[in-house]
């Protein structure tokens, strides 16, 4: 028996799970799909996408009932739309809270808080 094919299989969910935030406060529920499209617009409008020298760009969209989402990226380089998306809806579909993770040179945070923006 091979460890190593085993161990790369692994690491991948346990990577993954160590970015998801603990199941207190608010969640995504039924606001799940509105903060998908928040990422596409966020995304699509350059407000967190684009270019990168080290900076965070943050935007915050008011999902309802007294809940927000939150997305920051953090990176260097360039940034494209659809890969700024596939990041942060990666937190949103796989953390029922949201999450925060690195995918490539950016760092990826999308957050369902309380609160307006």
């Known amino acids: 028996m091979h460890i190593y094919p085993l161990l790369a299989l692994l ?3 346990a990577v993954r799970a160590a970015g998801c935030y ?3 406060g608010p969640g995504w ?3 799940r799909q509105l903060a998908n499209n928040d990422a596409d617009a966020v995304c699509g409008s350059s407000e967190v996408s684009g270019n990168f020298n080290g900076n965070t760009k943050y935007a915050c969209r008011y999902l309802g009932n007294n809940i927000k ?3 920051w990226v953090t990176g260097t380089g360039y940034l494209s ?3 700024c998306a596939f990041g942060l809806k990666e937190e949103i579909n796989g953390c029922g809270w949201g999450g925060e993770n690195f995918h490539g040179d950016f760092y990826y945070r999308s957050d369902a808080n309380a ?3």
Do not use: H, R
């Open 81 to 83: 739309a659809q890969d």
């Open 22 to 24: 603990s199941e207190t």
């Open 29 to 31: 529920g039924s606001f």
């Open 69 to 71: 989402a939150e997305f």
């Open 11 to 13: 690491a991948p969910a």
């Open 115 to 117: 609160g307006g923006c």
